[in-house]
């Protein structure tokens, strides 16, 4: 952040004192120096003067004469300012304006006894067109010095954007290029180092998954074969063992599909869809398996914009995490609310305490007593709704129910 400040204060430091001193130079030479009639009418009225000193003045009238542009009076019919007569006393030529803002020049002449006045002139042209234009180029120079010092800083930042889209993604083919003119470059530097970094452990993550997937399951199946072979010797020991096998092939199987959800929504498939189809066919499905009573309100013909195949697994594990917890009645709700699909399932089992309604979200995670071994599961099911949704750019939220338990919800945009 020090080398920050410190190029950012460099440049506009340089540049504003570069700009300035341009500036006045181009004032000095373009402006100030331009040439106009007064100035040069003044060069002029010089050059008389010096010329009437040395006539005589039985030649002053004749040469006035031959002079149509000098204009000669006393200058005592002129109700003069003292600074001017002053001036004019002191041989100096001073400048007058009448009404309409010509400008005339006046000097002695005559032994002091007679004013020559020579003009009028127009008035010079403002100089504010130029002033504004040398304004405007000025801060044109020093934006276009900004955009040389930020252009390095802005590829950094669009790098670092692209990179963390990558890893957020679940894309582990990252390529790094920055500036080393940046301001930021140490900063980019220990970003993309700790993004490789991430990215090496989301891959080994991978081939972990792929291994367990592969090196545990041929074992389990042995296992199995062996306690098939001695259950007829020892049935009830046999039976136990079966028992745990299973749960240990149930959990694998939920903690790989957890683990492969970090790299499922590279496969996404969105599309528009139905959601009351979904929910219908899970329902179908929930009703040949369970002895609670279904309480249904399924409004049709509400399209969203969804990965099908990922949202039936959420609405699966919410159905079924009803059923492990509720006592006797389930109820399942899709309605449209505004512009908003909003799908519900809420049980009559013990519900969540509001403090740990954000926890049962997180992987493993198990509340209290009633959701132990016997009730099933192993604390993935929430988890793998949360992940889901949040490919969906939405979360399902946890409240009491009016049948005493727990009423999970999702709300996902209408397609127009």
């Known amino acids: 952040m020090l080398r920050l400040l410190v190029s950012l204060y460099i440049v506009v430091f340089a540049s504003i004192i570069a ?7 181009i004032w000095r030479n373009w402006v ?6 007064l100035r040069h009418a003044t060069a002029v009225a010089k050059q008389y003067k010096q010329a009437l000193n040395y006539i005589k003045e039985d030649e002053f009238a004749s040469f006035l004469t031959a002079q149509p542009q000098l204009t000669v009076f006393p200058y005592e019919d002129v109700a ?37 006045q020579l003009g009028p002139f127009a008035p010079a042209k403002s100089a504010r067109v130029k002033q504004y234009t040398i304004k405007f180029l000025s801060y044109s120079v020093l934006a276009l010095l900004l955009v040389i010092w930020l252009r390095p800083l802005w590829i950094d930042l669009v790098q670092l954007k692209r990179t963390s889209e990558k890893l957020a993604s679940g894309s582990l083919d990252l390529t790094t290029t ?26 080994n993550q991978k081939q972990l ?35 745990d096998v299973i749960e240990m092939e149930v959990l694998i199987d939920e903690m790989l599909s957890y683990a492969r959800l970090e790299f499922a929504n590279q496969q996404l498939h969105m599309q528009q869809c139905d959601l009351a189809p979904l929910i219908l066919d899970q329902l179908d499905k929930l009703a040949r398996t369970t002895n609670k009573q279904l309480i249904t309100s399924i409004a049709n013909e509400l399209p969203v914009h ?55 979200f997180q992987p493993f ?10 009730t099933g599961g192993f604390g993935l099911g929430l988890a793998i709704v949360s992940k889901i949704l949040s490919w969906h750019s939405t979360s399902c939220l946890i409240d009491d129910s009016e049948l005493g338990g727990a009423r999970f919800t999702l709300r996902l945009p209408l397609v127009p």
Request: proline fraction near 4%; aromatic fraction near 4%.
């Open 19 to 25: 700009i300035n001193l341009g500036s006045e130079t």
């Open 32 to 37: 100030e120096q331009a040439p106009d009639d």
């Open 80 to 116: 003069w300012l003292p600074e001017q007569l002053t001036a004019l006393r002191q041989g100096e030529i001073i400048t007058s304006f009448d009404d309409t803002g010509n400008a005339q020049l006046l000097f002695m002449a005559n032994n002091g006894t007679s004013v020559v």
């Open 178 to 203: 920055r500036s080393r003119f940046s301001a930021i470059y140490t900063l980019t530097q220990q970003i993309e180092s700790m993004a490789l970094k991430t990215a090496s452990l989301m891959s």
């Open 209 to 243: 998954v792929n291994a367990v997937s592969h090196e545990l399951r041929t074992p389990l199946a042995r296992l199995k074969f062996a306690l098939a072979m001695l259950a007829p010797k020892a049935p009830e020991q046999v039976a136990a063992m079966e028992e």
């Open 306 to 360: 969804c990965d099908p195949h990922q949202l039936t697994r959420v609405i699966q594990n919410l159905l079924q995490n009803a059923d492990k917890y509720g006592q006797s009645t389930i109820r399942i709700t899709l309605s449209k609310q505004q512009n908003m699909a909003v799908f519900s399932v809420e049980d009559d089992g013990s519900g969540i305490p509001e403090s740990k309604r954000e926890q049962v």
């Open 365 to 374: 995670s198990r509340l209290d007593k009633s959701r132990n071994k016997e």
